[in-house]
């Protein structure tokens, strides 16, 4: 059996923290379009160029650039043993194309997890943010601090601090969040594929709560 994982919230949900454990913990690939998308960026390849505003103005990437990149990613071999979605999909018309390409691939949705998450939690957990320049790992300057300051533990390479985790930059993705994608909670409750956590939980005890939700599956 294969498990194909949506993680839906608001940004500083700790929706990557939490993909990184579990694809570890079940051998399954975590896709982060943000991290896909940050990459492109980083190697300046043409969708790079393109995504960069959007991002850079907390805007979502148009569905029709990030609907082909993921097209592109869910065909790579090791998405033969399920997957976990970290920031895909972002809008209704991103989740029926996503419904589109998994039922040709005959692999549909096995569970949404949404992490409910309250605005203060988001605001102190962003402006406190330091990711990994190399393998998007993150951290939080007292929640979860890396080893050696301003390194990942990881691999070793430098930490920086998001452009778009700038308070004005989050207000606004907060808003987009709330008009774009929050709709999808609805859209996948009707189809009985969501559980809610609570986001405002400490990495520990949402793993634990996450875990719980994975053994009903
Ligand atoms: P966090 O990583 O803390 O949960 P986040 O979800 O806002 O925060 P990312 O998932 O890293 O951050 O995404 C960063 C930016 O990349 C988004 O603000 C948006 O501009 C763009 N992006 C990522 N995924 C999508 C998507 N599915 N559709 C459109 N734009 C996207
Ligand atoms: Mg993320």
Request: hydrophobic letters at 35%.
């Amino acid at each position: 059996m294969t498990w194909q994982i949506v993680l839906l919230g608001p940004p500083g949900a700790g929706k990557g923290t939490h993909a990184k454990i579990l694809s570890d913990r079940y051998r399954i690939p975590h896709i982060s379009t943000g991290d896909i998308l940050r990459s492109q960026i980083q190697q300046e390849t043409s969708l790079g160029k393109h995504a960069k505003s959007f991002i850079d103005n907390g805007k979502l990437v148009p569905d029709e650039l990030v609907v082909e990149m993921m097209k592109t990613r869910l065909q790579d071999p090791d998405v033969r043993h399920g997957f976990i979605l970290d920031g895909f999909p972002r809008t209704v018309e991103q989740a029926r194309a996503l419904d589109e390409i998994l039922s040709i691939k005959k692999m549909p949705l096995s569970l949404v997890l949404e992490f409910d998450t309250s605005e203060d939690v988001i605001v102190d957990r962003l402006s406190g943010r330091w990711s990994c320049s190399n393998c998007g790992a993150n951290y939080h300057v007292r929640n979860i601090p890396p080893a050696k300051e301003g390194i990942c533990d990881r691999c070793g390479q430098p930490l920086v601090q998001r452009k778009d985790d700038e308070p004005e930059t989050v207000r606004e993705r907060l808003r987009v969040y709330r008009d774009q994608t929050a709709p999808l909670i609805e859209f996948y409750e009707k189809r009985k594929l969501l559980r809610v956590v609570s986001g405002d939980l400490d990495v520990g005890p949402l793993q634990e709560e996450l875990a719980q939700s994975m053994k009903c599956l």
